[in-house]
């Protein structure tokens, strides 16, 4: 089958090429999905998408009129398709539910451990030969209580990787695991209190109308002082603007972001030949306690190998017409 693949990156094409093993005729594009690039799917009876292409409405439609049947996700996430149209225009989804949770609880870790110990300035001072300690103090992260909003897979493993720090541990999610009670001493409780009563706060709840938003200015100001705020699961959890009033009067500490809510034609790409016209980014990157990675806490080997592996099942399943358990369903 003839699958056109879309905005595949260098540090994704070798894992899908050894997992395909030459079954599907894979059509590799840089190039996003849009409205504008679709008409590259012509003559494919499938495509693969990662989190930044669009399949809303108009492009579902033109991919239809070409006859495409399939989209297979190298993602979890599935906001990015308008699954209702898909499903009345006969397109199946299927995506990667889990490919490693470590990755982003591990990548979680480094942005605390980071900023706490102002390893980004550091790193850059010895560069320059300049070995002061002044203003690279941080603190024992042993004893501090640290609230995790969502304890699902991701959620839970940083529960274990902070209990190993000896962090007291916070935590919310709708549903409670006994077993994070019981051997991390976690403690369930509501939203605000986790994030009112923690010394770092870590979002991993996904995006939903309920949670859009819930980190904004009344959250911030009822934040400890100096608090620590880590967001690597979606950028619009969190009210970016108040924020940004958060870090200038130093209610907020640290901020550490691995997702934007304005990360779409951004993240992943190299703008550094243009003038970025995004003055909300553009203001993070003034604060020395800010530190800000594109959208990387899923990479790793592991993970990409995983999410290959799935997708090229997904599409095997499909061409042969069965069930791969992985599919989207509209509810
Ligand atoms: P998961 O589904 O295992 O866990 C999510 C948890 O949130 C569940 O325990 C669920 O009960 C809870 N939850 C959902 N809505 C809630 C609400 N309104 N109130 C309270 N709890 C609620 O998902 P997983 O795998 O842990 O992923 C978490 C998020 O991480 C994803 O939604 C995704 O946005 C993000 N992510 C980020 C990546 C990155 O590279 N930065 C990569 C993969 C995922």
Do not use: W
């Not at 609880?105 to 550091?122: D, F, G, P, S, V």
Request: charged share 20%; hydrophobic share 40%; aromatic share 8%.
């Amino acid at each position: 089958m003839k699958v056109t693949v879309f905005s595949t990156h260098k540090f994704d094409r070798p894992s899908l090429e050894d997992a395909n093993q030459g079954r599907h005729a894979m059509n590799y594009l840089e190039v996003r999905l849009t409205e504008d690039t679709v008409a590259l799917a012509k003559g494919s009876g499938a495509i693969a998408l990662f989190t930044m292409d669009d399949a809303s409405a108009p492009v579902l439609e033109a991919l239809h009129s070409f006859g495409v049947k399939y989209i297979a996700l190298r993602s979890a996430g599935f906001n990015h398709v308008d699954l209702k149209k898909a499903k009345a225009l006969g397109i199946k989804v299927a995506r990667v539910p889990a490919y490693s949770p470590y990755a982003v609880a591990e990548h979680t870790m480094a942005l605390i451990l980071a900023l706490n110990r102002k390893i980004h300035r550091a790193h850059n001072r010895v560069r320059e030969m300049n070995f002061s300690l002044n203003g690279l103090t941080g603190f024992d992260l042993h004893g501090k209580t640290a609230g995790v909003v969502g304890s699902g897979k991701i959620g839970a493993i940083l529960i274990k990787i902070l209990h190993g720090f000896g962090c007291d541990i916070l935590a919310y999610d709708r549903y409670e695991d006994p077993e994070l009670v019981q051997k991390y001493g976690v403690r369930f409780t509501d939203c605000d209190t986790v994030c009112t009563h923690s010394d770092i706060v870590s979002l991993h709840v996904p995006l939903t109308p309920d949670t859009r938003h819930m980190i904004d200015a009344g959250m911030i100001g009822r934040m400890k002082k100096g608090a620590m705020l880590i967001n690597t699961s979606r950028g619009g959890l969190v009210d970016t603007k108040a924020v940004i009033e958060g870090l200038k009067t130093g209610q907020i500490g640290y901020f550490g972001m691995d997702v934007y809510e304005e990360e779409d034609g951004l993240f992943f790409e190299d703008h550094s030949d243009t003038i970025v016209q995004d003055d909300i980014i553009s203001r993070l990157m003034t604060f020395n306690n800010v530190l800000i990675t594109s959208h990387q806490a899923f990479l790793t080997h592991t993970a990409l190998k995983n999410i290959a592996e799935t997708t090229l099942y997904n599409l095997d399943c499909f061409e042969t017409g069965k069930v791969s358990g992985n599919e989207v369903l509209v509810e």
